[in-house]
């Protein structure tokens, strides 16, 4: 949140996302999901920034309203010197040069009958970037630049292996060449072998080509090993951020600590998950949330103050900030409130 003004390229500024439901009755209440609740956060240029919560915390919407394809209900969206959320029409088009996403799933994110090389030049086709030529050799090109041979543009998907389905969707991303590229679970569906190769592989790619990285996932493991800066989300808002180094060493709010505990030590994975901070009950409503910190009905650490008021996200230290209020300062270190399992 320190960076300069110049060295950002996505900054989100009290984003919300409500959805309206239905009226349950004639006479009730119109009620509203409160999907993403206030949320900010900036993303340097040629920096990856992990968003990561459980099912349900909002980080895939946060996504979706920042790549425009989910509806912004309030809040300020720039990529550069461009407002994003005030966009529409062709500017909006022209603005998805600048930014693509990756999804979760490289099965139904690929029309099974279109060939891949299709599938990749796609948006160069809709967005009428170069001549039909020079469209031919960026698609080669990006079968290349992804790990794929030039000649497997002719295959349908259903010829590919999973591993191979997401990285024609990463080719398909990148032909726009853009600055910003969503990563929605990129590697979630895929075996824990192929996972590794498709995280080398954008690891590579931002390195190559400058690129911009918003990575949503729900596995700390995976972002521990590609992200610059992460991001807790927890029912629709950050409740913890920082840089990498900073947050794995030390995890501050009860929430994160509870999410470190449930990822494995290396060489001691069976003792680590004897001795997981398991959860009891389920997140509030994003419909009614409490008044007061929205974990607290479910953190071992709580005190009835934590009920009464929402707490700020508050910076403990130097670029690393928490919405708890439990979060003490000893000779000027923060404490968390709740210990990490030996």
Same mark, same amino acid.
């Given at each position: 949140?320190? $960076?300069?003004?110049?060295? !950002?390229?996505?900054?989100? *500024?009290?984003?919300?996302?409500?959805?309206?439901?239905?009226?349950?009755?004639?006479?009730?209440?119109?009620?509203?999901?409160?999907?993403?609740? %206030?949320?900010?956060?900036?993303?340097?240029?040629?920096?990856?920034?992990?968003?990561?919560?459980?099912?349900?915390?909002?980080?895939?919407?946060?996504?979706?309203?920042?790549?425009?394809?989910?509806?912004?209900?309030?809040?300020?969206?720039?990529?550069?010197?461009?407002?994003?959320?005030?966009?529409?029409?062709?500017?909006?088009?022209?603005?998805?040069?600048?930014?693509?996403?990756?999804?979760? *799933?490289?099965?139904?994110? &690929?029309?099974?009958?279109?060939? $891949? %090389?299709?599938?990749?030049?796609?948006?160069? *086709?809709?967005?009428?970037?170069?001549?039909?030529?020079?469209?031919?050799?960026?698609?080669?090109? &990006?079968?290349?630049?992804? %790990?794929?041979?030039?000649?497997?543009? +002719?295959?349908?998907? +259903?010829?590919?292996?999973?591993?191979?389905?997401?990285? !024609?969707? =990463?080719?398909?991303?990148?032909?726009?060449?853009?600055?910003?590229?969503?990563?929605?679970?990129?590697?979630?569906?895929?075996? =824990?072998?192929?996972?590794?190769?498709?995280?080398?592989?954008?690891?590579?790619?931002?390195?190559?080509?400058?690129?911009?990285?918003?990575? !949503?996932?729900?596995?700390?493991?995976?972002?521990? +090993? !590609?992200?610059?800066?992460?991001?807790?989300?927890?029912?629709?808002? =950050?409740?913890?951020?920082?840089?990498?180094?900073?947050?794995?060493?030390?995890?501050?709010?009860?929430?994160?600590?509870?999410?470190?505990?449930?990822?494995?030590?290396?060489?001691?994975?069976?003792?680590?998950?004897?001795?997981?901070?398991?959860?009891?009950?389920?997140?509030?409503?994003?419909?009614?949330?409490?008044?007061?910190?929205?974990?607290?009905?479910?953190?071992?650490?709580?005190?009835?103050?934590?009920?009464?008021?929402?707490?700020?996200?508050?910076?403990?230290?130097?670029? +690393?900030?928490?919405?708890? =209020?439990?979060?003490?300062?000893?000779?000027?270190?923060?404490?968390?409130?709740?210990?990490?399992?030996?």
């Amino acid at each position: 949140m320190n $960076a300069r003004t110049e060295d !950002i390229l996505l900054q989100v *500024d009290d984003l919300q996302v409500h959805f309206p439901r239905p009226r349950s009755g004639m006479f009730q209440p119109p009620e509203v999901v409160k999907a993403v609740d %206030g949320v900010s956060f900036r993303v340097r240029r040629g920096s990856t920034l992990a968003v990561v919560g459980e099912s349900g915390s909002g980080k895939t919407t946060t996504a979706l309203a920042v790549m425009r394809l989910a509806p912004v209900t309030a809040g300020r969206m720039r990529l550069g010197d461009t407002d994003l959320a005030a966009l529409s029409g062709e500017p909006l088009r022209q603005a998805r040069r600048r930014m693509q996403i990756v999804f979760q *799933d490289p099965f139904s994110s &690929l029309n099974p009958r279109q060939r $891949a %090389g299709a599938a990749v030049r796609a948006p160069l *086709d809709l967005m009428q970037v170069g001549t039909p030529a020079e469209r031919e050799a960026r698609v080669a090109e &990006l079968f290349t630049q992804v %790990g794929l041979r030039p000649e497997q543009q +002719h295959l349908f998907p +259903h010829q590919f292996s999973g591993g191979q389905r997401q990285r !024609i969707n =990463i080719a398909r991303a990148l032909a726009t060449n853009p600055e910003l590229v969503v990563c929605d679970e990129p590697v979630s569906a895929l075996d =824990i072998a192929i996972r590794a190769q498709i995280l080398n592989l954008l690891a590579r790619l931002q390195k190559d080509l400058g690129l911009t990285f918003l990575f !949503i996932s729900h596995d700390m493991a995976v972002v521990e +090993h !590609i992200c610059d800066d992460i991001a807790v989300m927890y029912l629709g808002q =950050i409740v913890e951020q920082g840089p990498r180094k900073t947050f794995f060493a030390r995890p501050l709010h009860p929430y994160s600590v509870a999410l470190m505990s449930a990822v494995p030590a290396v060489g001691g994975g069976r003792q680590r998950a004897a001795q997981r901070i398991k959860l009891m009950g389920d997140p509030p409503s994003p419909i009614n949330p409490p008044p007061g910190c929205r974990f607290a009905g479910r953190c071992p650490v709580a005190v009835p103050a934590c009920a009464a008021e929402l707490p700020p996200l508050r910076e403990a230290a130097p670029g +690393h900030w928490v919405r708890c =209020i439990r979060v003490e300062h000893h000779a000027g270190v923060p404490v968390p409130p709740l210990a990490m399992p030996a």
